[in-house]
């Protein structure tokens, strides 16, 4: 969705550097043609050097997790710290890959607003259509600010990535893992997964959000951030 999604973040930790890098071809930015999450987790290790950046704590919702894993793969001593949101370390079923080949055909052939349709009734949680419609509004617009090219790479790369167990289980840095309780895409049960597998790590439910916890619940999510930041990384 772009660095959009994390504008209610960017001032959350006074006297820290907030970064939030767009991947290969969103926000304008030139597709790669290798279309894997691994490629992606490159071209932000790329970014971070242009940047000067050298290590960092690495925050990742959904598909960002999952880039966070490949910087994990290739690069963990650039790692500081991680807050992991509504992501989870496997990969997909053959069902749900089915399911997002048809996914990437409608983003072609019909474009974002096609994808908008597909995913808001399913990423934002019940309580958040219920009672906070305009979350919907926020998320359309920011899948629609995307071509549909972009998309349909993004769930290409989605579709071929590995599992991620492995990865994490070496993880010893500053962990937050951090699930909205309505999530059904990246659930409860896979933050709890992966917060056994983290020695040390802190597990945060967000109550009443879905999949898409830092646009749903700012307030909590961004509580959570400073928790994880003060505690471990003295801010």
């Known amino acids: 969705m772009g660095v959009g999604m994390w504008r209610g973040q960017m001032d959350v930790a006074p006297g820290w550097r907030v970064f939030a890098p767009p991947l290969p071809g969103f926000n304008g930015r030139p597709l790669i043609e290798e279309r894997t999450i691994d490629a992606y987790a490159r071209d932000v290790l790329t970014t971070l050097d242009a940047e000067g950046i050298d ?3 690495f925050c990742g919702l959904s598909m960002g997790g999952y880039v966070t894993f490949g910087i994990l793969r290739q690069a963990a001593h650039r790692v500081a ?20 080949r048809t996914s990437i055909e409608l983003a072609r052939r019909v474009g974002p607003s096609a994808i908008a349709d597909e995913m808001i009734p399913v990423i934002l949680g019940p309580t958040t259509h219920a009672r906070r419609p305009h979350v ?12 549909g090219e972009t998309i349909a790479a ?5 579709i071929n990535r590995p599992d991620s167990a492995a990865t994490i289980a070496g993880v010893t840095v500053p962990t937050t893992i951090i699930v909205g309780d309505e999530d059904t895409i990246t659930t409860p049960a896979d933050a709890e997964q992966m917060h056994r597998a983290i020695h040390g790590s802190t597990l945060v439910r967000i109550p009443a959000t879905g999949h898409m916890s830092n646009l749903e619940a700012p307030e909590e999510f961004n509580a959570a951030l400073r928790q994880s930041l003060r505690n471990d990384f003295r801010l």
Do not use: K, Y
């Not at 509504?86 to 069902?95: F, G, H, L, P, Y």
């Not at 919907?136 to 071509?147: D, F, K, Y």
């Not at 993004?154 to 989605?158: D, G, K, S």
């Open 136 to 147: 919907a509004a926020t998320v359309r617009a920011l899948i629609e600010s995307q071509s």
């Open 154 to 158: 993004a769930i290409e790369a989605m």
């Open 55 to 57: 290590r960092a704590v």
């Open 81 to 100: 710290g991680l807050i992991l949101a509504d992501t989870r370390t496997s990969s997909d079923t053959a069902e749900r890959n089915a399911a997002r």
